[in-house]
């Protein structure tokens, strides 16, 4: 509900529970001064039964009365009150003249009717009935259930006194049904215009309040457009001086700022987000209370839980002090020690490297900053990188190599040819030890022409292409060759395009390399298959052997120049293929087993994600 809506229900509901508490009194105040006046009817008509009585008493002194005999005196008295005719007169006009008498009568202090508008109850003793008062002292709802309950009869008593001593009382009796007739129709107008009025309070106040608080809606409006970021112009009737156009221009202030901090914050957060998503090791950032407020990708295989579970959580309920990891991390959280790259082993037996560093400003904990990273994958870099620099170096030494063995080479084939020239007749051995020695000079030009190959710079020339044609062309390049040593090539390839920006003649010859050394590693015969998949932005080709695999021992040695298990390879292939996929910013592993074959898997960045590739650039010495 809006706040206007609920502004206006509020209003309306005080205004109408005003106005039903003013019709509640005026309708109680109404039916009590209706009661009141009944009562003071009744007892003033009972007054003046009393004066009338006390009239009608005569002078016992010229009577034959003996006035000294009490009860002859009052057997006198009842007889005088019984015979005077004004006192009946008076009697008999009081229930005839006022609509909510019942009766009247004079009693005795024995409660015998000397006089009662009921000629049957003279001399009977009177029913005792409650006193008016009762109605007239009580509160309202009790009023109206006295009033309009059963019919019942109220007295109104006044003491009377004769010849100076008490003689009795007089009685007028008012009937709650001619007092309810008498108030009912003054009750039922006050009820009439007290719904009128409610009514009308309702319509009104709710009209008023509506109108009045009109800008609320356009105020709630504004909120809403702010709140989704958007920022409208004001309108000229907006645009005033008082407290609607003060509220409006700040609002419209307040939403230009939140629309900038919003758009710095969204640019913020996506880079943010692609910062997280591409790092590799497990990052977690909590408050000073220990709860994650950011988690990078990587983290989800560390922890074994998914981003949004671990957002907002305590570090308590986010690690398992059971784990070798959950017990390193909360122990270090407990004594708020840092942890500097201790390694652990996970649940799946993988070693973990485990950093925590506590932040601080001023001297205060402000939060905490979690490490984990694939302590394999640190190793496997390492070994990368130094296998890296060991392939530069050699570079660097064969270039320099090759430069100074390549003009010895060239000055020793023209003197081997001018020496055959020269010598016109030759015997067998003479003419076979030279043979001999231009076959191993020319050998020894092609290894050097290698070297000079693998160390010069290389120029990639760049395109687009699918990489699903360039498997499909190696497949048939590799088809002779595997046809000689009885291999069949299986080609498992995606439907969808796996597009990306490549030198073809290069990664021709890296995946060539690797099929021809899964080819060679047949030599019985066999499949090798060669598959692609799309996996976090990039494209990964799997060629796979049913070769002998390749020995523990040496399989650090792969990528190393000039090194083969082969007894007519030359231990370049490998680290050419390495080379290539270096130059195009990829990634080459392999998983061998002994008498299980060797898989080689080759990452490659898809073409929108791939960034530019930079030439290699090495000095020819």
Do not use: C, W
Request: hydrophobic share 40%; proline share 4%; charged share 25%.
């Amino acid at each position: 509900m809006r706040l206007k809506a609920k502004l206006v229900l509020a209003i309306t509901g005080m205004i109408v529970a005003l106005v039903v508490l003013f019709s509640y009194i005026y309708i109680s105040q109404l039916l009590q001064q209706r009661i009141v006046a009944a009562y003071d009817t009744a007892t003033l008509l009972s007054r003046e039964l009393q004066d009338a009585a006390s009239d009608a008493q005569p002078d016992f002194s010229d009577t034959r009365v003996d006035t000294s005999n009490p009860d002859a005196v009052r057997a006198a008295l009842i007889e005088t009150l019984q015979t005077d005719p004004n006192l009946n007169t008076f009697l008999d006009s009081i229930v005839a003249n006022s609509s909510i008498i019942y009766d009247a009568a004079v009693a005795g202090q024995d409660d015998r009717a000397i006089l009662d508008t009921d000629p049957n109850l003279i001399g009977q003793t009177l029913t005792d009935r409650p006193d008016l008062r009762q109605v007239r002292d009580a509160g309202f709802r009790e009023q109206l259930r006295l009033v309009f309950s059963a019919p019942r009869v109220y007295d109104v008593r006044m003491p009377l006194q004769l010849n100076g001593t008490p003689f009795g009382s007089t009685r007028v009796g008012v009937s709650t049904v001619f007092l309810k007739n008498e108030i009912q129709p003054h009750l039922h107008r006050a009820i009439v215009i007290s719904v009128s009025a409610i009514l009308i309070s309702l319509i009104l106040a709710a009209g008023l309040s509506n109108l009045a608080l009109s800008p609320l809606a356009r105020i709630s409006q504004r909120l809403d457009s702010v709140t989704a970021g958007k920022v409208e112009a004001l309108h000229p009737d907006e645009e005033r001086q008082d407290e609607y156009g003060l509220v409006t221009l700040k609002i419209a202030h307040l939403g230009r700022q939140m629309r900038d901090v919003k758009e710095v914050f969204s640019a913020l957060k996506d880079n943010l987000d692609q910062i997280m998503a591409t790092l590799q090791d497990g990052l977690m950032l909590f408050t000073r209370d220990s709860r994650v407020v950011l988690v990078s990708a990587s983290a989800e295989r560390f922890v074994g839980r998914p981003r949004g579970e671990i957002l907002g959580r305590n570090v308590n309920d986010v690690f398992a002090e059971s784990t070798r990891l959950g017990h390193v991390v909360l122990e270090s959280f407990r004594s708020r020690r840092p942890l500097n790259g201790g390694e652990v082993e996970g649940e799946n037996g993988r070693r973990i490297q485990v950093s925590v560093d506590f932040i601080q400003e001023g001297g205060e904990q402000i939060g905490a900053l979690l490490v984990m990273r694939d302590a394999e994958s640190v190793r496997r870099i390492e070994d990368e990188i130094e296998l890296s620099r060991r392939l530069s170096a050699i570079g660097r030494l064969t270039s320099g190599v090759a430069h100074e063995v390549k003009n010895p080479i060239n000055a020793i084939v023209v003197h081997l040819e001018v020496l055959r020239q020269k010598l016109q007749q030759i015997d067998p051995d003479t003419k076979r030890h030279m043979d001999v020695i231009g076959s191993e000079i020319q050998r020894l030009d092609r290894v050097v022409q290698t070297l000079v190959d693998f160390t010069r710079p290389v120029e990639l020339r760049l395109g687009e292409m699918d990489l699903r044609k360039l498997l499909e062309d190696v497949a048939v390049l590799a088809a002779p060759e595997a046809e000689r040593h009885g291999v069949i090539i299986i080609r498992d390839l995606p439907p969808e395009e796996l597009p990306v920006s490549v030198d073809s003649d290069l990664v021709k010859q890296a995946l060539l390399n690797v099929v021809n050394n899964g080819v060679q590693a047949m030599p019985e015969g066999g499949t090798l298959t060669m598959s692609a998949t799309r996996s976090n932005g990039g494209a990964t080709v799997d060629i796979r052997d049913q070769g002998h695999g390749i020995p523990a021992d040496v399989r650090d040695k792969v990528f190393n120049l000039y090194f083969t298990t082969k007894k007519t390879g030359s231990g370049i292939g490998l680290p050419m293929t390495y080379r290539i996929m270096q130059l195009h910013h990829g990634d080459i592993e392999f998983e061998s087993a002994e008498n299980q074959g060797t898989t080689f898997h080759l990452t490659f960045p898809l073409l929108q994600a791939a960034p530019e590739p930079a030439p290699e650039v090495v000095s020819e010495a």
